[in-house]
């Protein structure tokens, strides 16, 4: 017998907008979660139009989508 557990954590709501989870974000715009954690690596700081938005609350990762078009369109201007 196989167990599957899939738990979400609770969305956060950022001035009226509702974040984002990984897998969620995997299956809107095809970032995978490698590339996803790629793309927040802290050496992409340096490097700003490499680095995905995000936030950090605790281990957890959310997403605003506002944000991420926000970043791909920033990304067709170079």
Do not use: C
Request: aromatic fraction near 10%; charged fraction near 30%.
């Amino acid at each position: 017998m196989e167990l599957t557990m899939a738990w979400e954590y609770p969305a956060i709501v950022i001035d009226g907008e509702t974040t984002m989870t990984k897998e969620q974000v995997k299956a809107e715009f095809g970032f995978s979660l490698q590339a996803q954690a790629e793309m927040r690596m802290e050496k992409n700081r340096l490097n700003p139009h490499k680095r995905i938005p995000f936030i950090k609350q605790g281990k957890r990762i959310y997403y605003l989508r506002s944000e991420i078009i926000r970043w791909l369109k920033s990304l067709e201007n170079k």
